[in-house]
């Protein structure tokens, strides 16, 4: 412990330290530095080849390209995708439809609100659908129809 302390103590002088040569260095290096700096920050000349002006083409004609091709893709995807309302109408039974006003809480003003009366075909729909029903077949519809009986 005494040895340390006393090593501590000791002022060491830099003078007296070993000069040893760490790095070497190659004959001129320092003359032919600048010259390598500045080749290396000089750009070389860029030559325009073709291939430089076709991808910078290509860099804005592609977007637009695949622009124009969604748009006919969606264009021609509507126009066949016309809906046909008298063909799906046509497609639903009678009784469907009845079952589905009388299942809703439409009103009979609401449901006459809807029909422009001018539109109808009256005369024709007075001469090929009216049929009288008698006793028999109303109390048949009533079975069938119990919430209806009200509305008679």
């Known amino acids: ?13 830099l003078e007296d330290l070993p000069k040893k040569q760490l790095y070497s260095v190659p004959d001129n ?9 500045q080749a290396s920050v000089v750009k070389p000349e860029h030559i325009r080849s073709p291939s430089v002006f076709w991808s910078a083409s290509l860099r804005y004609a592609l977007p637009v390209l695949a622009l124009v091709m969604m748009l ?19 497609d639903i039974s009678t009784e469907d439809l009845v079952l589905y ?16 009366i001018n539109e109808l075909d009256v005369e024709g729909l007075v001469d090929d ?3 009288i029903l008698n006793d028999s077949e109303w109390e048949d519809i009533l079975e069938a129809y119990p919430e209806l009986e009200n509305d008679i």
């Open 129 to 131: 659908n009216i049929e």
């Open 1 to 13: 412990m005494k040895d340390k302390h006393n090593y501590i103590k000791s002022n060491i002088k």
């Open 72 to 90: 006919v893709y969606f264009g021609i995807r509507i126009n066949n995708n016309s809906i046909d309302v008298q063909a799906m109408l046509d």
């Open 29 to 37: 290096y320092f003359d032919e530095l600048p010259g390598i700096i």
């Open 101 to 116: 006003i009388t299942e809703s809480e439409l009103t009979t003003d609401e449901l006459l609100s809807l029909i422009d």
